[in-house]
């Protein structure tokens, strides 16, 4: 069946320094993967998710680059902001609309001042 | 921006006893999903449906029954209630290309005594 994998539950940084979360994926198709935020106490919202042809999405100074002969679609920024704080999940879906979506166990971002 | 109601938002239980966890969606999407969230385990797919009278059991169903009686409206069901289903349970609608995405509403916390 599908996975999807979050290595670090919490990752901890300064504001300003850059931010990497791992997420890596098991499919026995070719999924579309997507990346969740979920600030304290509000619902879970896209934040990106990959395209068919292979460009490279972007949101809020966020993005992510499928590699499917790594399988990984991890989460990147340049720098760090306060507001950045939050839990983001990964997950994947057989199709685009993102039905049955799975989810990694998800990693929560803390950023310090 | 796509409006998913859940209700009650907090609920306190006894073990043995049934619950009913409510979901209204406004948007005519006919995707909809029940999801719930523990640590180290992040969201996971209980029940969902792809239109009025249609329910399929997800990734963990075992415990839950779910009712999809219209479009708007999806149900999710504990006949007899566990400790073990204490957690944060998330109702969503989209996962179609049109809507390209989740929306999640705010969660109900249950607590099963």
């Known amino acids: 069946g599908d996975s999807v994998t979050q290595t670090e539950g919490l990752v901890t940084l300064t504001e300003g320094l850059p931010v990497m979360l791992n997420c890596t994926y098991q499919?026995?198709?070719?999924?579309?993967l997507f990346w969740y935020v979920q600030h304290l106490n509000e619902a879970p919202k896209l934040l990106l998710k990959?395209?068919?042809?292979?460009k490279r999405p972007e949101h809020q100074g966020f993005h992510a680059t499928l590699h499917k002969s790594s399988s990984s679609f991890h989460l990147q920024k340049s720098s760090a902001q306060l507001s950045d704080s939050a839990l983001y999940y990964c997950?994947?879906?057989?199709?685009?609309?993102?039905?049955?979506?799975?989810f990694g166990k998800g990693t929560q971002l803390i950023i310090q001042p | 921006e796509a409006a998913v109601t859940q209700s009650p938002r907090n609920k306190v239980a006894v073990t043995g006893g049934k619950v009913t966890l409510s979901c209204n969606q406004t948007?005519?999407?006919?995707?909809m999903y029940w999801y719930r969230q523990d640590t180290g385990h992040g969201l996971r797919l209980i029940h969902y449906?792809?239109?009025?009278?249609?329910?399929e059991k997800g990734d963990i169903p075992d415990g839950y029954k779910a009712s999809r009686p219209s479009q708007e409206n999806f149900s999710l069901i504990l006949e007899l209630a566990t400790p073990s289903q204490t957690s944060v349970y998330f109702c969503?609608?989209?996962?179609?290309?049109?809507?390209?995405?989740?929306?999640f509403g705010h969660g109900t916390k249950l607590s099963v005594l």
């Open positions: 948007n005519n999407h006919n995707n």
């Open positions: 997950a994947l879906s057989h199709t685009e609309g993102a039905d049955r979506l799975t």
């Open positions: 449906s792809y239109g009025a009278g249609s329910t």
């Open positions: 499919s026995t198709y070719s999924p579309f």
């Open positions: 969503a609608s989209g996962g179609t290309i049109s809507n390209e995405r989740l929306f």
């Open positions: 990959s395209f068919t042809d292979n």
